[in-house]
């Protein structure tokens, strides 16, 4: 069964017609790419996803069940975790209280959670020296980071990426891929990427190309050729 | 000197009413960006609340607990407007999210309301809306076996609120034969909370005079901003309305229930005017228009304060209710007598407590074209992103 299924979906802005039957599957254990230029809908079909934006049509299954309709704290609580383009760290909170809100996708939330995964401090360590920061003093790069272990303490089933290396310097984007393909390795999870570095492209599994609002083609990643590259990717 | 300081710690005690009254409007405001302006009126509910509380205690308890009565009002009083804040939230406030125009204009008319409503409160007027509200709440239910077109399925919540407004005027206007139960609970003029007596003393400190009754009120004020305090950094529901206040969306695609979060903020903030309720009546007579005297304050607290410091508020209510009682009651001229001529004139002038607030506003705007933000804007890496 698919962790994500997207049947048809059509989605606005007002009136501006954004997402055009639009399907795509997220298998288990998968790292799915959607590629193309800026203003296609990529991040659109991720705010629809996660709940931000509902739909006019089409459904959105999770492992099966219809999420169509449900607020987003819902749709996290059943496995959807998401890492915005920009990250939204909430900023006068601390880099601990951060990272305890990842815990509220969880039963029972904040509640009952309280213990943060030292997985997270494995996989991004210079988080570990900055608990008791206030998370918006931290630099762009490492709010990258602190917003994919946030995410990742809700143990979600599908985690969506939003060009998470955007305006980030090299050897930080090598962490971050190394920590995503970390994760796949031992969780098991799947991922739904949006992102523009050809490099992190070609770790996912599958491709989808998006074009005006729409899939335009798909396949293997292995298979991704440069003809396509050129045409979807921006420069 | 001694009258500065009594005139000071007079300001002061004030300056704590005005503390407690805009502490639930400013973080209601922070979190939700609205502007609550029944919020005056839930104070008065809450000083309807101690009066009630009050007369329960004469009537029915022994006279030796009398003096505790306004303990006891204290949680009452958060309740009785809390709840009522809640109700609002639910039934009004909700509705207009992301409309601020509309919720002021709506929540106004709510203050309306709540106004005339301890002045024409009756036995047969409280049974009437009691039953209209269950019958609004359950029909329903009850009418769920009954079969509706699509097109048409809206309708039954309309008709069984305005049948239950029917059975609810009817009902009230039955019972209102009875002369007993007509009689309205409150009379339209103001009425006085008698303050039990170990309220009614002062304490004599270093030469300064200090009714016990506004140290009460001081006292009250840092026992709620402790509470205030604690509740908002320690505890989960804590955390979770300050992400709320920061990031709503974000907040909510991290699996934080944001409509109860602010169900509950709306809740403290209205229970907190009930608790400013109290703390009123300690001050002065009780009456249904006591909420649109404390309101405008509260707005100049908020804005001057900033949005989201309580530190903010705390300094803008004081230095607002100190200095509009300092220079309203014209003591300045009898601690100082020897003031130079134009300045004397100029004082005497601001010395009523009209002109008082005139300077307060006065000095508000001036300060705000120096510093727009209030006193704490938001400072650090994230005010640029």
Redesign the interface.
Known sequence: MAVLDVRGLNAYYGQSHILRDVDLTVRPGQMVCLIGRNGVGKTTLLKTVIGLLQQRSGSLELLGESITGLPPHQRARRGIAYVPQGREIIPQLTVRENLLLGLEALPGGLARQRHIDPLVFELFPVLEGFLNRRGGDLSGGQQQQLAIARALLGKPKLLLLDEPTEGIQPSVVLDIERAVRRIIASTGISVLLVEQHLHFVRQADWYYAMQKGGMVASGPTAELSKEVVDRFLSV | MNLFYDTLFNGLAIGSVLVLAALGLAVVFGLMGVINMAHGELMMLGAYTTFVVQNVFKAVLPESVFPIYILVAIPFAFLVSGLAGLLLEKTVVRRLYGRPLETLLATWGVSLILQQFVRSVSSAFAIGLLLAVAIGLFLPRLLVRVQLAPRWAGLKGTISWISAGLVGIGVASLLGEERSLDQPWFSARNLDVTAPSWLRGSIELGGVTMPTARLFIIALTILALWGVTWFLQKS?WG??I??VT??R??????????ETVDALTFLIGSGLAGVAGVAVTLLGSVGPNLGGNYIVDCFMVVVLGGV?KLLGTVLAALGIGVISYVVGSGSLLLIWPAMPAGLNELITFFATTSMAKVLVFALIVLFLQVRPAGLFP?K???VE?
């Open positions: 989960v955390i979770r300050r992400a920061q990031n969306s974000m907040s909510d695609c991290l699996g934080i229930p944001t989201g938001p650090g890496r994230m992103a």
